[in-house]
């Protein structure tokens, strides 16, 4: 329960209260009407009293709660209804207490069913005040536990969505992985055969390559020149496999700008790049891969050359994952694009902002 809350409250009521009597008095005074109000001792001493009381129903209203509606909907006005009938007996205690009860206010009556009759208007009158700052120090409690609840459920809903993000990113990279694995040990098994110290080559080039592939697969980012230099091991292992058919241009470490990428982002463009592109295509097969950096964005694109019914091809799975990872890391920051640039070349093109150009990670 948030005492400051309900003890600020508290003061609030306590400080009207007792202004207004004093202002009304001070007025009557002034018209010669000698106590109609208790003096401002008694009332003080009587809010005070009352506030110990205002906690302990405030806290069983707590610990009640409210369902069910049919049982404790009454115990709850009963609660609120036992703290405002105190009221006047805290009044005459305060008053007896300041020696200021023979001074109470009193009125003439003829009768003493009357007076019984003016007592109880005047005690009904106190309960129905102070039942309506019950109410309202209640309603205080509750919204407060509201809002701390709905905080609280916002939290949890924020961390959840962040565990699913995070999990749809790993299913994606998970997808992307064997999916690499597999071709490269394809390419592996195309010279075991015939040429083994090439594949013993290969086996080392393999080797790094796994390595880079497994500290990839546990990040979601990581350095742009860890992605080129993982961009080029793979398609070095695939121009031995091809010998002289695919011709590479990879852009070096030392011309690259100090950002960072998602990571294995290149991965399913450039294996594509080798697969579309040799396919159907009896020439040598340029693979070329820019880095752009400019105006706050960082472009990716591999370009190959192709033979003209693969510059037709529909998207796959690979591009699709690479889809899906640009907008769960960037939302519509980052886009990618596909297409035929001009017959006989395909160009797969990322956009997305430009991250940690000082050096450091980014904080997403």
Known sequence: MPLVLVSVFWAYVTGTDVLQATSTQAALSAMRVKTVFAPCGPQLIAHLLLYPVLLGCLWGSQRLGWRPYARQVPVQLALGLGFSALAAPGLLLGEWVTGDLAAAPHVAVASLWRAAALEASLWLSSVTRFLLAYAFALALIWACQMGRALREEETQAASLRRALLAARLATLRTQLSPHSLLNL??????????????????????????????????????????????????????????????????????????????????????????????????????????????????????????????ADRAEGIGLRNVRHRLALHFGERARIRVAAQQPGEWTAEIHLPLLGADGGAPSL
């Open 185 to 310: 040990l394809h390419t592996l098994q195309g010279q075991i055969g015939w040429d083994p110290t090439a594949a013993r080559e290969l086996v080392a080039m393999l080797g790094e390559v796994l390595r880079e592939l497994l500290s990839a697969s546990e990040r979601e980012f990581w350095p742009l020149e860890a992605e080129i230099r993982f961009a080029h091991q793979y398609l070095a292992l695939q121009q031995h496999r091809f010998a002289e058919r695919l011709r590479l241009n990879v852009p070096t470490a030392a011309g690259l700008p100090g950002v960072w990428v998602p990571s294995l982002i290149l991965q399913p463009l450039v294996e594509n790049a080798v697969v579309h592109g040799l396919r159907g295509h009896h020439g040598a097969v340029w693979i070329r891969v820019e880095v752009v950096a400019a105006e706050g964005e960082l472009t990716l694109r591999v370009i190959n050359t192709a033979a003209q019914r693969e």
